[in-house]
């Protein structure tokens, strides 16, 4: 059954969830977006290129440990920039590659949410060369503004700023951080992630409505065009 998320009419997709700093909850939001988007009965398949599998890993234990088995599938494309043999033209393209041939098997209207690697800015700007949206989750914190600015700096696809309050309190200053972080995107979200233990032991708490409120957010925006689109 369908969580009620509404949908304009656009083409497929893929939607990248990125952030230069660690410890942005990337693989909680793209587990969490195709869980929202798969469940409104769209064509979504989340795209694991982490070092790690972080995505695959948590959507194991997600059904090992708490039994829930999510209606998307999970494709994983290992991809280490800090390997000694990453060849980051060759590499870069083959990753490209696979993920637009993801794209087009799901046919118009599917979705491919990708789960990014942090600190690496070439294969970032590699990714960034197929992407339709972009979603940059940002906590209001000193420590990730600069990172954030420069994940921002490095995409030409379209960005969505999503809020991530990690912390018990927000002040004026981290406010303040967040307006001159919005600047260089091109859309701040409308929903408000807030911390959650559940999330940490790959879990989901009873509401999620954060989550279909971004899910609806971003597709409002999938008429953009992405200037640079190519797998060249």
Do not use: W
Request: proline share 4%; hydrophobic share 35%; with cysteine.
């Amino acid at each position: 059954m369908g969580n009620g998320l509404e949908y304009n009419g656009r083409q497929n997709m893929i939607l990248l969830v990125a952030n230069l700093k660690g410890g942005m909850a990337r693989t909680t939001i793209s587990v969490m977006l195709a869980r929202a988007y798969a469940e409104s009965s769209e064509r979504v398949v989340l795209a694991d290129v982490t070092c790690d599998g972080d995505s695959a890993r948590y959507v194991d234990i997600m059904k090992e440990k708490h039994g829930l088995a999510l209606p998307f599938e999970v494709r994983e494309f290992p991809s280490d920039p800090y390997e000694q043999n990453y060849d980051a033209a060759k590499d870069g393209a083959k990753l490209r590659e696979s993920i637009q041939s993801l794209k087009e098997s799901l046919g118009n209207n599917g979705i491919v949410v990708v789960d990014t690697n942090s600190h690496h800015e070439e294969s970032l700007r590699s990714l960034d060369r197929i992407a339709d949206l972009v979603v940059v989750p940002y906590d209001y914190s000193g420590t990730a503004f600069k990172p954030t600015l420069r994940t921002l700096d490095a995409l030409t696809a379209p960005t969505t700023v999503l809020p991530y309050r990690r912390f018990s309190t927000i002040n004026e200053g981290d406010e303040t951080l967040l307006h001159r972080v919005v600047k260089k995107a091109s859309h701040l979200s409308n929903a408000i992630l807030t911390r959650d233990e559940k999330y940490e032991i790959c879990d989901i708490p009873d509401s999620t409505v954060e989550y279909d409120q971004l899910a609806t957010d971003l597709l409002k925006q999938g008429h953009f065009t992405h200037p640079l689109k190519s797998t060249d």
